[in-house]
Every structure is written in structure tokens, then in C-alpha cells.
């Protein structure tokens, strides 16, 4: 495993020397002016890979600025939780998925006033409190390290080719998370899911045949007592939207090999202990019962699930449904956006040179080459096969095929070889008498620094001049090329690469460290102990922080150090648990994390009054408008029903704020469209009258008439549910007045 610090550049043998900041992020002041001869020519494989876009190389480096800071705090990558946010992401999932387990085995019932009473069951217990704002707290961290995840991974550039089916499931996943998240808080029936329930009813009444029945089934169940249905439906949708995100997440990880599951259990051990601390001292707050009868006055909302409540209560959302769409379609897209002019290289193996030593296919972090049967008479059992549809062209099997039967397009060790022994004659070339340190680097940090030194050579400090051959990941540099470098004459070897844990193709600085030092084939030859070799890990834009350091000779691990290294890798997991809890490593990454956790806290208490003061609702809600006439079901129109009142009116002292007109044909068919509506009136007292009036005003259905007082904030609703009358005059079925009928 890569071990060292940022900061640090590492020996082969294990021998740290610490490295100075670089000049205030400005080309170092040892850079010599740069050579009057021609430009170096770019490596033949280089116009092979297409170059990434500006934006891209511009969010990387906002990235990279990011981190700095993060890095200099935990004081090692390895605790920098930028680079583990894909592991901690499914940590976090696995931990709603038992937290909510446990709220919903023991207390949590079904029915409006059922299943708020158990959720105050859980609240009363101090377990069940921590354990449900563990999994409140847990579920606003899943999408904050999704979407952090997802973005760095768009400026690594690590979504076009076969990694489609990685980013596609990952949107959906965003998606999914957000539907569990507003099911979630919606099965509380508090105040912040009765305004769910109101956001939802009048987006399905604006946008959708639907919105009349919705609300009308709601208060159906209700008075009929099938309330428990719906939530029983609601907690199925939430668990439907659970087990669709574990779906995903086997797609999300279906291409990879080795795919890093859950965090080392020093991040498990921290993650747990934070999300606890702040379950103690920052408990969930529980909101009144929903009351449909009353406004909510004031809630605390989540934006990171409820940010669309305010414009939807509103009735303003058509733009923000619109950009979500939009931002979910063109993000959906992005492995195809823009469409490339051609094709990188992908994996191409000489099965005449394959001795089928499998150590390709073991390498390679996205299951590109598999192992098969030979059947060409060849003496090896095994032959490699590669699939191009899985090849993202990183290169790692070139550096790990000790035969070299493994190109990409022109990549090769041959060609990595005629690359080198040419840039070091030329180096001598210009700057005879000088030493020449040769630098194997990746594309991600040529896109933010590299470049000038990859393009032509430069003097450093101390007579050396600096030469750099950039590769599509480090992992492609075979422990060959490190021997060849130093018989053609350069004085020193540096292998500089991305951090541990944040390589742009996963395994390639991993799997490197472990050929130079010899734990992995093909292991540098035994002869180059003791030569100029190096490896630094870090983040892009520190390469000259890396070029500045001397290179000592490689020491290799003594027998009883690499069997110390093998039994420290064999620890049980409590042990790593115990060794991970020591202070100096755990606690800057828990001030981290907690302070993170901390201001996610905050915003998701965010006020929100979602009604101004001074208002008051008049619902009416009549599933069947014709069940007051009293007629059957089915009875067909007469020319008498022609005059009879068709026409539903709302009068609030004298006037008329609503009313719905109906054909006879429509009203009496005996299943006549249920209505369902809200007036909004100022507070105080007043006389309010509903009615079916004809035109000519000789007939009358008067279902309501009476002066009322409205407080602010009181929702006064006029309908029936089943065979009960709401505020209408009398009891079905003489809750109605036939004036003049």
C-alpha cells in the first residue's frame, strides 16, 4: 500500500526526504532559462490520447487548490478524505440502510397518526434518538460526498469509454438518493410532510390529470381509516427506492477489479464515532403532527432534499422542474459530450510473445484482460485475451507484462525505450557535462505543470538537467525501463505520480511502488539496489516541489523489515481498529469531518415559513358533485335535468371567488369528475355560502350557508369523505338544502 505523505517524496527503499513548498505556486527560481535549440518532439503515443478539454483542466485545478489545505491539516493522503469519498459514499449508504432498519423494526407503525406516534416511540428511547439522527445526519452527508465524488471524477476525466456505465449508474444513484430522501421525510407526518403532501398535490393538480384524485384519496383514507395503506405504499416506495440504489451500485462497480467497497477501518472507526457525537449533541428535532386543518407557520427544511418546497408551494416550479431535467440530461450525457474526433488506443496483446503468466490481467483495474485456455500448441497453459470494450487505455498492463506483449496503439516498452534513450542523448547534447535526471510522470500532472518540462529540457539546481516523459498513468512504466534509463546514462530516476489513493486509473502508482521494490512482477533487477532511484506521490502541481529533492540510492526492505511490513498487513481488524484510534493520525481527519458534519447540520435547519401571515383557506372537496341531487348512479339526462342547477358556487360576503360550471350530460352520468379546490381568503369573519345554481337562478342546491369566523392560518375545508359530511349543512343524505328545488 502507498504510505507517504504528500509533502514527501519517497525512496525505493523506503528512505523519506522532506521536500520544500514550491515558490508561491509560480515556476520555481531554478529553472534555467530554457535552451536556444529546437523544441523536443512530443512521444509518438502522446498524439495517440486525446487532450482534455480547458474546463476540464480548470475544475481539476479549483480541486487541486481545495485539497491543499486538506492535506497540509490530516497530514497524510491516506487520511485526506477527498480521495476517499467513493468508499465513505457507500459507507454512508450501508449506514442509512441499518439505521433506517433499526427505526423501522422497533417502533415505527403504519397510519397518519400511527406513524408519527412511532417515530415519538423511537425519539423516546436514547438509543433510538441517536440511531435516527444518525441516519438524518448520515443521509445529507450521502449526497454531499456523491456529488464531491462525482465532480472530482469529472475533472480527473475518469467518465468517457467503458467508465460510462460507472458515471450513468452514479447519476441515477444522485436521483434514487434524492426520491428515498423526500419519501424519508415524508413518512414522519409532521408539518414538514404536510407540506410535502400540499407541494405534491398542487404540482400533480398543474402538471397532471391526477392532482383531484390524490388529494381527495388522502382524505378518503383517512375518514374511512385505510390511512395505513398509504403509508404502507409510501414506505414501500421508499424501500423500492433503497434496494434500486443497491442495484446501481453493483452496476457502479460492475467494470472494476478489486473495487474498494468500504473505507480501511480507521475511516470506518472515525465516520462512526463522528456521526455519533453529533447524534448526541445535535438530537433530530421532531415537528408537530401534520394538521391539515392549520398552515404550517414554520419548519426547518433540508435543501439538500427539500430545496424544491419553496417554489412548488408557490406554484412557481416550471423552471426549476424544467433545469432539473436539464441538468439531469446533460449530466446523464456527459460520457458522450463532446464526441471525441477519435478513439484513445486500446489494449492490444502478441500472443506469440504471452507466456501466460496472468500478471496482466491481475493488474488491470478494470477487467480488460482475462485468462483463457491456450489452444495454439504453444507450451504455456494460458494465453491472455483482451476485450476492448473494457479497455480505458491507462496503460498498467504494459508496465506489467514482464514479456512485452502488450502495446496501446504506439505505447510499448519499445517505444517508452526509444523515448527515453532519446531525450537523454539529446539532454546531453544540449547540456554536455551535465547530469540528467529522468522523470516518469502521468497526464494528469502534465495537464497542470508537467508540460514545460516534458516539452524541453531545463537546468536545475545542482548541474542537473531534468527530462520528462509523461505516460498515461504511471502504472505503464515498466521496472525494465527504470534499468535501461540508468544504462543510457542518466544520472538519476524519478518515478512522480499521483497520491495514494487518487490515482487517475486507481491502482498504477500502487502497483509501480510494488515493481521498483521489488514485491511485484516484473520486479526491477537486483542489480540497480543502491542506483538513484525514486518515487514521489502527490497531488498535480507540486512537480517541482518533487524535482527540487535529492534522489538517494534505492535501499531495498531487509528480509526482517518485509516480513514486519507482511505482519502489519495481516493485523485483525480489531487491531487496525485500535491502531487507527491513535490520536496522531485520527484527530485532524475527525476535526475534519466534524466540522463538515457540523455545517451540514446547519443548513439542513434552515428556517423556512412557507405562508405569510394573514391568510386563511377555504377547501372544497367533493369526490362525487352529484351525490348531493340524490340521483342514482348511472341515471341517464333528462330535458328536465337541463334546467336543473349545474353550475357549483362559492359566494365569500356577496362575492364570488370560484365557481365550475357542469353540462347535465356530465353531472348525472353518474361518475361526473371529483373537484377539488382552495380559495384563499383574508382571516376574520365571514359568510360563506356554496351552492349549485342554475342560469336563470330559479333553482338552488345549497350545500353550505353560514358566517364563520377564520382565525389566521386556518384551513376551513366544505366536502364529504364516504358518508360523512365536512362543515356541510346536515348529515348525508340530507346534508344539503333544496332551496327552491
Given at each position: 500500500?502507498?504510505?507517504?505523505?504528500?509533502?514527501?517524496?519517497?525512496?525505493?527503499?523506503?528512505?523519506?526526504?522532506?521536500?520544500?513548498?514550491?515558490?508561491?505556486?509560480?515556476t520555481p527560481a531554478f529553472v534555467a532559462q530554457r535552451a536556444s535549440s529546437e523544441e523536443v518532439q512530443r512521444e509518438p503515443w502522446q498524439d495517440q490520447w486525446p487532450t482534455r478539454s480547458a474546463w476540464l483542466k480548470r475544475l481539476e485545478r479549483l480541486f487541486l487548490l481545495l485539497e491543499r489545505p486538506v492535506n497540509r491539516l490530516v497530514g497524510k493522503p491516506l487520511f485526506n478524505p477527498l480521495y476517499h469519498t467513493g468508499p465513505i459514499a457507500l459507507f454512508l449508504l450501508v449506514l442509512v440502510g441499518l439505521s433506517g432498519l433499526y427505526v423501522t423494526f422497533f417502533g415505527y407503525d403504519f397510519g397518519f397518526t400511527a406513524s408519527y406516534q412511532g417515530v415519538v416511540r423511537v425519539e423516546d428511547q436514547l438509543i433510538g434518538r441517536l440511531i435516527r439522527a444518525v441516519h438524518r445526519y448520515a443521509s445529507g452527508a450521502l449526497v454531499i460526498t456523491s456529488l464531491i465524488h462525482a465532480l472530482r471524477l469529472l475533472a480527473m476525466g475518469r467518465f468517457r469509454g467503458p467508465r460510462w456505465l460507472a458515471w450513468v449508474s452514479g447519476v441515477a444513484m444522485v436521483v434514487l438518493v434524492w426520491l428515498a430522501g423526500v419519501t424519508g421525510y415524508w413518512l414522519v407526518w409532521d408539518r414538514r410532510a404536510q407540506l410535502?403532501?400540499?407541494?405534491?398535490?398542487?404540482?400533480?393538480?398543474?402538471?397532471?390529470?391526477?392532482?383531484?384524485?390524490?388529494?381527495?384519496?388522502?382524505?378518503?383514507?383517512?375518514?374511512?381509516?385505510?390511512?395505513?395503506?398509504?403509508?404502507l405504499l409510501l414506505f414501500a416506495a421508499h424501500l423500492l427506492a433503497f434496494a434500486l440504489i443497491a442495484l446501481f451500485v453493483w452496476l457502479h462497480i460492475l467494470r472494476l477489479h478489486r473495487p474498494r467497497l468500504l473505507p480501511e477501518p480507521r475511516w470506518l472507526a472515525g465516520i462512526g464515532l463522528v456521526f455519533l457525537v453529533a447524534a448526541a449533541l445535535f438530537p433530530v428535532e421532531l415537528l408537530p403532527h401534520a394538521d391539515f386543518s392549520r398552515l404550517p407557520r414554520s419548519v426547518s427544511l433540508d435543501p439538500l432534499f427539500l430545496f424544491f418546497l419553496p417554489a412548488v408551494l408557490k406554484a412557481q416550479d416550471g423552471w426549476l422542474w424544467v433545469g432539473l431535467l436539464l441538468v439531469t440530461a446533460v449530466a446523464t450525457a456527459i460520457p458522450w459530450l463532446p464526441r471525441r474526433r477519435s478513439s484513445p488506443p486500446r489494449v492490444h496483446i502478441r500472443t506469440e510473445l504471452c507466456t501466460g503468466?496472468?500478471?496482466?490481467?491481475?493488474?488491470?483495474?478494470?477487467?480488460?484482460?482475462?485468462?483463457?485456455?491456450?489452444?495454439?500448441?504453444?507450451?504455456?497453459?494460458?494465453v491472455a485475451v483482451a476485450n476492448p470494450d473494457l479497455c480505458v487505455s491507462c496503460g498498467i498492463c504494459v508496465g506489467s507484462c514482464k514479456d512485452h506483449a502488450i502495446s496501446l496503439g504506439e505505447l510499448s516498452v519499445e517505444a517508452i525505450g526509444h523515448a527515453v534513450q532519446a531525450r537523454l542523448r539529446q539532454a546531453r547534447r544540449e547540456r554536455p557535462g551535465q547530469g540528467v535526471r529522468l522523470v516518469f510522470t502521468c497526464e494528469r500532472h502534465v495537464a497542470q505543470e508537467a508540460r514545460p518540462y516534458q516539452e524541453q529540457p531545463a537546468s536545475i539546481e545542482g548541474g542537473r538537467v531534468v527530462e520528462v516523459i509523461s505516460l498515461p498513468c504511471v502504472g505503464a512504466v515498466h521496472a525494465d525501463l527504470v534499468g535501461l534509463a540508468l544504462e543510457a546514462g542518466a544520472a538519476e530516476v524519478q518515478v512522480v505520480g499521483?497520491?495514494?489513493?487518487?490515482?487517475?486509473?486507481?491502482?498504477?502508482?500502487?502497483?509501480?511502488?510494488?515493481?521498483l521494490t521489488r514485491q511485484r512482477l516484473p520486479r526491477l533487477k537486483r542489480d540497480y539496489i543502491?542506483?538513484?532511484?525514486?518515487?514521489?506521490?502527490?497531488?498535480?502541481?507540486?512537480?517541482?516541489?518533487a524535482l527540487q529533492a535529492d534522489v538517494p540510492p534505492l535501499v531495498l526492505p531487509t528480509h526482517r523489515e518485509e516480513?514486519?511490513?507482511?505482519?502489519?498487513?495481516?493485523?485483525?481488524?480489531?487491531?487496525?481498529?485500535?491502531?487507527?484510534?491513535?490520536?496522531?493520525?485520527?484527530l485532524p481527519a475527525l476535526l475534519l469531518l466534524g466540522v463538515a458534519l457540523l455545517l451540514q447540520i446547519q443548513l439542513t435547519r434552515f428556517p423556512f415559513r412557507p405562508y405569510t401571515a394573514g391568510k386563511a383557506v377555504v377547501q372544497i372537496a367533493l369526490p362525487d358533485p352529484a351525490r348531493p341531487f340524490g340521483l342514482s348512479a348511472a341515471q341517464p339526462a333528462s330535458d328536465r335535468m337541463a334546467r336543473w342547477p349545474t353550475r357549483l358556487v362559492l359566494e365569500v360576503d356577496g362575492r364570488v371567488p370560484f365557481e365550475r360550471s357542469y353540462s347535465p350530460a356530465v353531472l348525472f352520468s353518474g361518475s361526473p369528475p371529483p373537484l377539488f379546490e382552495e380559495v384563499w381568503i383574508a382571516p376574520g369573519q365571514h359568510h360563506l355560502r356554496l351552492s349549485f345554481e342554475n342560469d336563470q337562478h330559479t333553482?338552488?342546491?345549497v350545500l353550505f350557508d353560514q358566517t364563520v369566523t377564520l382565525d389566521d392560518g386556518r384551513v376551513l375545508t366544505l366536502g364529504y369523505e364516504g358518508d360523512k359530511c365536512t362543515n356541510l349543512s346536515r348529515p348525508l343524505p340530507d346534508c344539503v338544502s333544496r332551496d327552491r328545488f
Open positions: 500500500m502507498l504510505r507517504e505523505e504528500a509533502s514527501v517524496e519517497k525512496p525505493v527503499g523506503g528512505v523519506q526526504s522532506p521536500l520544500p513548498r514550491p515558490d508561491n505556486g509560480r410535502i403532501t400540499t407541494g405534491l398535490t398542487g404540482f400533480l393538480r398543474r402538471y397532471t390529470p391526477w392532482g383531484t384524485a390524490f388529494a381527495l384519496g388522502l382524505r378518503s383514507a383517512a375518514a374511512t381509516e385505510r390511512d395505513w395503506v398509504v403509508m503468466c496472468t500478471t496482466c490481467a491481475e493488474d488491470c483495474p478494470y477487467k480488460a484482460i482475462t485468462m483463457v485456455p491456450r489452444a495454439d500448441g504453444k507450451p504455456h497453459k494460458l499521483c497520491p495514494p489513493e487518487d490515482c487517475s486509473h486507481r491502482e498504477g502508482n500502487h502497483w509501480t511502488e510494488a515493481r543502491g542506483a538513484p532511484i525514486s518515487m514521489a506521490w502527490m497531488p498535480p502541481g507540486h512537480l517541482a516541489q516480513e514486519a511490513s507482511e505482519s502489519a498487513e495481516a493485523l485483525s481488524l480489531k487491531e487496525q481498529l485500535l491502531a487507527a484510534l491513535r490520536p496522531r493520525y485520527l333553482m338552488s342546491v
